[in-house]
């Protein structure tokens, strides 16, 4: 069964613009190949994301995630198993803060 984790988490004060945007790339092409969906929020240093897809590649990803030094108070704020993923075949995306609220309240 599918899994969906949210977390939150404050970014490190040296990671810039280009390093997310590079970061996006790359956790697109590792999520896509391995099933897993999600979407990406920053406002200042504030990151949330939602990440949905095969379980245990999800929880897997989510304690690497947890390890990386990029960001720190990594703070899980939903872990529930769903029906089917909710976002398309997208593996990462960025989107505005206000936008990954909105997407937040329609999950079902
Ligand atoms: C805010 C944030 C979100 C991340 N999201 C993802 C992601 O969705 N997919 C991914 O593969 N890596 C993501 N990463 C990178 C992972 O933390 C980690 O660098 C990656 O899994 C490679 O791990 P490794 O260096 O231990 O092999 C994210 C990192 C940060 C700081």
């Known amino acids: ?7 939150v988490s ?3 004060p040296d990671v810039s613009e ?9 956790a697109a092409a590792f ?4 099933g897993i969906t999600g979407v990406l929020a ?5 990151m949330c994301q939602i990440l949905e897809g095969p379980d245990a590649a999800v929880a897997a990803l989510f304690r690497s995630i947890g390890r990386d030094p990029r960001h720190s108070g990594v703070t899980e704020i939903v872990n529930v198993p769903i029906n089917a993923v909710t976002f398309e ?3 990462m995306v960025r989107r505005r803060m ?4 909105v997407s937040a309240f329609a999950l079902g």
């Open 42 to 46: 920053l406002e200042d240093r504030r």
């Open 18 to 26: 280009d390093d997310i945007a590079a970061l996006v790339d790359k």
């Open 31 to 34: 999520n896509r190949a391995h």
């Open 98 to 101: 206000i936008d990954m609220v």
């Open 89 to 91: 075949d997208w593996g």
């Open 10 to 12: 404050t970014l490190a």
């Open 1 to 7: 069964m599918p899994l969906r984790i949210v977390y």
